[in-house]
């Protein structure tokens, strides 16, 4: 497959990393790269494979360096203070001293692919937790029931940034085998993983998941129109308009929130994979007026768009984001293949809709390809628009499509 067929944007992070070893790296060295180091991003641009770079940033928040350690480039001065995102430093010690044993045992590339599973697991753990005192609280057997639901917590989580079922079978191994790890080695009672009901958490998605359904726009608009409170409308917006995870709309924060200029965006400085943001095409107004509210009639607001004080993190949880959304399914009777819809597809509607404007912007340059001898629009989208030029474009057709599916009142 040439670099310009392509289609970065589609693939699930497992898809990129198999991409990448099987026909990306083996390029490069035909080109005469040497990869006993860290290929830079213009050797691989110059290479025709540019677009992972793109696709990275804004559907997995990564950067290139970030990708390129998980596929075995891991920059040695960098290694020993790897940055694992949470604030405990007994699960980090506990953490490092599994990867070490692997390491001994196996391929640094494998050591690298659990590093990098295992800090997206802790991450989550924190932040649907409130703490990453993993370590910790195994060593207590009193706490081995609720442990078990804490793990189950975050795997329905975990459910929402994994699209296939391989990947999620890899992601249960390595958790589990850490915990057995803390059990062999760190003399904890229990290993919470290893009963976890994981097909009851993933119940019915294993077949279906290689399709990936999506919300369509005339559902998206019959849920928009069934909300009731600023909440729910909110909720929705969240999901289909931006384009945000279940636990990203969960704990969205007023300090994340950059409403004014040329540029709304939601900022992800913490974000579990690295910094990002997010574009607001749409929904801005609704978004301020919000904020407002909700300052204006708590003096003690904590800046969470949906607070909890039931909660120790200060905000709702992803299940509950999750059940808020079925229950205004139910209400707008909107159902996918006869069942209701899950909080995720709102986010496939997202990336099916930027694919559609994509397209649309794509048939507009088809003229001028023609004028200029191309027979591909996306010569000139990439030649001779800005950067600027283009997120312009991107957005105005993205607008477009937003707009058709939340303002269809019928």
């Not at 390809?369 to 057709?397: C, H, M, P, T, W």
Request: proline share 3%.
């Amino acid at each position: 497959m040439s670099s310009e067929q392509i289609n970065w944007s589609r693939m699930s992070l497992e898809e990129l990393q198999t991409t990448w070893n099987i026909e990306v790296e083996p390029n490069l060295q035909r080109e005469g790269i040497e990869l006993d180091d860290r290929p830079t991003y213009q050797e691989v641009a110059d290479a025709g494979y540019g677009g992972i770079a793109y696709a990275l940033r804004e559907h997995h928040d990564l950067t290139l360096t970030e990708f390129l350690a998980t596929v075995g480039y891991v920059d040695p001065d960098d290694d020993d203070t790897y940055q694992w995102g949470i604030d405990d430093e007994t699960t980090v010690d506990a953490l490092e001293a599994f990867l070490r044993r692997v390491e001994r045992k196996r391929a640094e590339t494998t050591a690298d692919s659990k590093r990098y599973r295992l800090a997206t697991y802790v991450r989550l753990y924190e932040t649907v937790h409130g703490t990453a005192a993993i370590a910790d609280r195994v060593m207590d057997e009193e706490n081995e029931y609720d442990e078990l639901r804490r793990v189950e917590a975050v795997l329905y989580e975990l459910d929402d940034e994994l699209e296939s079922p391989e990947s999620k079978l890899r992601y249960l191994s390595d958790i589990r085998q850490w915990y057995e790890h803390l059990e062999t080695r760190h003399g904890a009672p229990f290993n919470p993983a290893e009963n976890v009901d994981h097909d009851d958490i993933w119940r019915g998605e294993l077949d279906d998941e290689k399709d990936n359904p999506a919300l369509s726009s005339d559902q998206v608009g019959k849920l928009y129109n069934a909300v009731e409170s600023p909440d729910e409308e909110l909720l929705v917006l969240a999901l289909c308009a931006w384009g945000l995870r279940r636990s990203e709309v969960a704990s969205l924060h007023v300090s994340q929130l950059v409403l004014e200029g040329d540029d709304p965006h939601i900022a992800f400085d913490e974000r579990k994979n690295g910094p990002g943001t997010v574009a607001l095409i749409y929904g801005v107004p609704e978004l301020a007026d919000r904020v407002d509210a909700l300052g204006s009639d708590d003096r003690d607001w904590n800046g969470y768009l949906f607070p909890s004080r039931k909660s120790s993190s200060g905000h709702i949880t992803g299940e509950t984001v999750q059940a808020r959304f079925k229950r205004l399914a139910e209400r707008a009777e909107v159902r996918v293949r006869g069942d209701w819809p899950t909080s995720k597809m709102g986010r496939r509607f997202w990336y099916t809709t930027y694919n559609q404007a994509m397209n649309d912007l794509l048939s507009n340059l088809d003229v001028i390809a023609g004028d200029q001898g191309s027979s591909d629009a996306s010569v000139i989208l990439k030649n001779y628009l800005s950067e600027a030029e283009r997120r312009k474009y991107r957005r105005e057709f993205m607008r477009d499509r937003l707009e058709e599916a939340f303002e269809n009142t019928e």
